[in-house]
């Protein structure tokens, strides 16, 4: 009895966030600065014939909804380990240099490699946010036997981020252009990416979901303390290390397409602890889902609010996220790391 | 930190009043006093105009020919410099050993961004306007906004948070979420100006020194001379306040009561701290860090976190208007650049020294 009704309640619960999804993903399609009627986008998807309306679904709708439920849960399941191997509450999936060190390498082939197009800046973010996580694990790492301890990968990887930031600002201060693009990376966005970003970092974020799953159960036996995970049995640098291997590839697969959006996994991992509890096995999926329904239906709001303009999700998100998220604090005593 | 060593502490009482002193945490304060004359002097004279050590003196007793350059554009440039850098310290530590997080600053209380957020309104929303009106509204309009934005931010991080007592975790979850409002519309109203607004209000977020006079020295002084007894009063609130809610009760604290006059101390010194000079990246989180590792303690020492921000924010300010001159950098981009690889270096010493 006791056993069946968590299990029965947790399944309703990812019932309900998937249909969450997938309502954000329908209204996604569906909405946008042109009307089209909601047969003619049913038409668009599964019988093209090349009018307006099925070019406008088909090469900007879906891409851009692709994208969004892609990110939307490579950072909510990326928050929700860095939380959880960090047991900070405060730590958001761009706390290893990844979100400063996609800006830095983007900003820098601006600058000084002339790169132009948005498949260029991407390439350019992704191998930014690699190697300023490496460069973190590794300083973290030096000097010491076995792996980092969470308090020095938290600082370190702060410590780092601050860096890049401030030499990422010395160099918009001096170039223009660099400013205009990088003003609108770091409010974050889904729109005008084209299917080719998604298809560029569909490697990265599937990789990162893979080995984060795997990574559930360690964490659930490290969340007890590295002394008590080891005498179970645990491997502790093994799974640090798989965690933040995972992390890194989720969150440089997201920021690198879609700008500064790492607080997504700031703020939802929290939410859906309030669901889940503390077990990482539901924890991780949940927060996946919650993080892709969040992210689509910001973007959606921020389509039909400033018509015919668009606001950022990022910004839509914390609009409406954040005080949500304050309520919730505020009502109940929240699930402590 | 495992493995801390206390050497020879020892505590010193007058009547009822005891005072620990520990050897090695007084000795990284003198050492960071010492480091800050340094750094006034040589500020006074590195410039477009440099100045000898004699010229300088002669001028400070009002004697020399360099009076106007040295008493009314240098040495209130650098007093404002370090008392904004001991502010931002001190806030910090503060709002570290009361979030019990090493990776809280006034940040999560909702100051600066706050006041960031304002700031940026008023120079994207007045856009040309400002060009033409730069004076008064840079020297009275702007840290007005600031100041303003930063305690209404507190005010609100304050009041949601409060729920039959003040609860560090609670704190931490709601700042974040605070600041994520706030730091979201700054970004959206960079989007929406021109390129060149989004760079002026660029430098301003970043925390700058330029052109600072004695009019942005008073209000940090009166500040900190106000503040800093209060905040010290509370150290040995702070030091219990580590053990938990529940011992530092047992202790005899009185715990919302201590922690809601901390804190505002705290917000007060940010807040006056980013009138001045911009919210200064990295100085708050990073000065108790690297201060507590300094003094060989548990916990954020206020006075040599104090001491430690004054140091990072001169030093930076130094390297910011001299290394690529005549193009100055905003200070709040070098502390970062600073402040950054000493952290980590004192981060790889410390674990060497746990294995060892």
């Known amino acids: 009895m006791t056993a069946l009704r968590p299990r029965r309640r947790r399944a309703g619960v990812l019932a309900a966030l998937l249909t969450a999804v997938l309502a954000g993903a329908v209204l996604s399609v569906a909405i946008g600065a042109k009307s089209v009627p909601l047969g003619d986008v049913w038409h668009a998807l599964w019988s093209p014939g090349g009018t307006e309306s099925d070019i406008i679904v088909r090469t900007l709708r879906v891409p851009r909804t692709a994208l969004g439920l892609l990110a939307g849960v490579a950072l909510g399941v990326a928050g929700a380990l860095m939380q959880g191997h960090t047991r900070n ?67 370190a990887g702060t410590a780092v981020s601050a860096f890049l930031y401030a030499l990422t600002s010395g160099l918009v201060l001096v170039n223009e252009q660099a400013m205009d693009v990088f003003r609108f990376w770091q409010a974050g966005s889904i729109a005008g990416r084209g299917a080719g970003v998604a298809w560029q970092v569909l490697p990265f974020i599937a990789a990162g979901l893979v080995l984060s799953l795997a990574n559930a159960p360690g964490l659930n036996a490290l969340s007890l303390g590295e002394d008590v995970a080891r005498s179970l049995g645990r491997n502790v640098t093994a799974t ?97 790391l | 930190m495992t493995g801390v060593r206390l050497p020879h502490a020892r505590p010193y009482r007058a009547g009822k009043i005891s005072w620990l002193v520990r050897p090695r945490g007084v000795a990284a304060g003198l050492t960071g006093l010492a480091l800050i004359a340094v750094l006034v002097a040589l500020s006074l004279r590195i410039g477009d105009f440099p100045l000898s050590l004699s010229e300088i003196v002669a001028s400070l007793t009002g ?89 209404i931010g507190a005010v609100i991080v304050y009041s949601l948070a409060w729920r039959r007592g003040l609860d560090g975790y609670r704190l931490v979850l709601v700042g974040v979420g605070v600041a994520a409002v706030f730091t979201n519309v700054k970004y959206w109203l960079m989007t929406t100006g021109d390129v060149n607004d989004s760079s002026r209000a660029m430098v301003w977020i970043s925390g700058s020194l330029n052109g600072r006079g004695w009019e942005h020295v008073a209000p940090v002084a009166y500040a900190l001379v106000v503040l800093v007894p209060l905040c010290l009063a509370g150290t040995r609130v702070l030091s219990a306040l580590r053990f938990g809610d529940e011992t530092a009760t047992g202790l005899g604290v009185r715990l919302n009561a201590a922690r809601a ?28 860090q690297i201060a507590l590792r300094l003094a060989g303690v548990a916990q954020p020492p206020l006075v040599v976190s104090a001491v430690t921000g004054a140091v990072l924010t001169s030093a930076a300010d130094l390297a910011a208007r001299s290394l690529f001159a005549p193009v100055e950098l905003p200070v709040g981009v070098v502390t970062a650049v600073l402040g950054a690889p000493y952290l980590i270096y004192l981060l790889i010493r410390a674990r060497r020294e746990a294995r060892s």
């Open chain 2, 261 to 288: 006059v901390l804190l505002l101390g705290a917000v007060l010194l940010a807040a006056v701290a980013t009138a001045a000079a911009g919210p200064i990246a990295f100085v708050a989180l990073a000065a108790p």
């Open chain 1, 89 to 155: 509450p405060l730590a958001d999936p761009g706390l290893l240099g990844v979100t400063q060190g996609a800006a830095f390498a983007m900003v820098l082939a601006i600058i000084a490699f002339g790169v132009s197009n948005l498949y260029g800046y991407i390439w350019f973010g992704l191998a930014g946010a690699l190697v300023a996580s490496v460069g973190v694990f590794a300083i973290g790492s030096v000097g010491g036997r076995g792996g980092p301890s969470p308090l020095t990968l938290a600082l």
């Open chain 2, 63 to 151: 004697t020399g020919g360099n009076h106007f350059v040295v008493v009314e554009l240098r040495l209130p440039r650098a007093l404002t410099g370090v008392l904004v850098g001991a502010a931002l310290g001190l806030s910090g530590a503060i709002t570290q050993s009361i979030a019990r997080n090493a990776l809280a600053s006034p940040d999560i209380l909702g100051v600066t961004s706050g006041a960031s957020v304002t700031v940026v309104a008023v120079i994207v929303g007045s856009g040309s306007v400002y060009g033409g009106a730069s004076g008064a509204l840079a020297g009275v309009g702007i840290p007005v906004a600031a100041l303003a934005g930063g305690l």
């Open chain 1, 240 to 336: 640090r290390a798989l965690g933040i291997t995972a992390v890194t590839l989720l969150t440089a697969g997201a920021v690198a397409a879609c700008g500064a959006l790492a607080f997504v996994g700031l703020i939802v991992p929290h939410l859906a602890r309030a669901l889940s509890g503390p077990d990482h096995r539901w924890l991780l999926p949940y927060s996946g889902l919650l993080g892709a329904a969040a992210l689509l239906l910001a973007d959606v709001v921020g389509r039909v609010v400033a018509r015919p303009g668009e606001l950022e999700a990022g910004v839509v998100l914390a609009l409406i996220g954040a005080p949500f998220f304050v309520a919730l604090v505020r009502r109940r005593k929240p699930v402590r």
